[in-house]
């Protein structure tokens, strides 16, 4: 169950889902992380019955618009989502060569701090933000709205040339994740 009043009742229905650092932590300046983001998301596409029709990462934040196949639940896909990611990106923070490595540590260890169910490090805030999409006219507002993400936060003119968001897949090229963009 969500902390933010947005429930997830149809296992199956399409949603537009944020999943968000921590404090806001902006993680994903380094390709490394988001690298990380977008094999997990094909994992899930690929073996946990995750479909996806648009996504975009930016620094701090995901957005998906998504459902889950007959047979599987969005729930459980978020769940093992959020569990695996948040375990590698802390793998890779004391991995690679990170400035921010002692600080971004703790910040994830003080935000688990005092959560029972985290051992050490907490990376994603608790909330999906899940909104029902249950007509086409939802669905098309959300994803131009991630879509156009970055062109609002001036990181591209055009958001097709967004390198880690399905805006590329509409624009008739392949990007990162496989999207399905017909809904």
Same mark, same amino acid.
């Given at each position: 169950?969500?902390?933010?009043?947005?429930?997830?009742?149809?296992?199956?229905?399409?949603?537009?889902?944020?999943?968000?650092?921590?404090?806001?932590?902006?993680?994903?300046?380094?390709?490394?992380?988001?690298?990380?983001?977008?094999?997990?998301?094909?994992?899930?596409?690929?073996?946990?019955?995750?479909? $996806?029709?648009?996504?975009?990462?930016?620094?701090?934040?995901?957005?998906?618009?998504?459902?889950? *196949?007959? !047979?599987?639940?969005? /729930?459980?896909?978020?769940?093992?989502?959020?569990?695996?990611?948040? *375990?590698?990106?802390?793998?890779?923070?004391?991995?690679?060569?990170?400035?921010?490595?002692?600080?971004?540590?703790?910040?994830?260890?003080?935000? !688990?701090?005092?959560?029972?169910?985290? *051992?050490?490090? *907490?990376?994603?805030?608790?909330?999906?933000?899940?909104?029902?999409?249950?007509?086409?006219?939802?669905?098309?507002?959300?994803?131009?709205?991630?879509?156009?993400?970055? $062109?609002?936060?001036?990181?591209?003119?055009?958001?097709?040339?967004?390198?880690? /968001?399905?805006?590329?897949?509409?624009? !008739?090229?392949?990007?990162?994740?496989?999207?399905? $963009?017909?809904?």
């Amino acid at each position: 169950m969500s902390a933010d009043n947005y429930f997830i009742e149809d296992q199956n229905a399409v949603y537009f889902l944020t999943f968000t650092v921590i404090d806001w932590i902006d993680i994903f300046s380094r390709k490394d992380y988001k690298i990380e983001i977008v094999h997990s998301l094909n994992y899930c596409v690929e073996n946990k019955g995750l479909i $996806v029709y648009a996504w975009c990462l930016m620094s701090n934040h995901l957005h998906l618009v998504c459902r889950a *196949k007959e !047979g599987f639940g969005i /729930s459980g896909i978020i769940r093992d989502f959020k569990k695996f990611t948040s *375990k590698i990106i802390v793998k890779r923070i004391k991995e690679i060569p990170e400035s921010r490595r002692e600080w971004l540590l703790y910040r994830f260890e003080f935000a !688990g701090k005092y959560d029972n169910r985290i *051992k050490k490090y *907490k990376f994603w805030q608790e909330t999906n933000h899940a909104v029902l999409l249950d007509n086409f006219e939802k669905i098309d507002q959300r994803i131009n709205y991630i879509h156009e993400n970055p $062109v609002r936060a001036l990181i591209v003119a055009h958001a097709h040339e967004y390198l880690f /968001s399905s805006a590329v897949d509409y624009a !008739g090229e392949k990007g990162y994740v496989n999207v399905q $963009v017909e809904i």
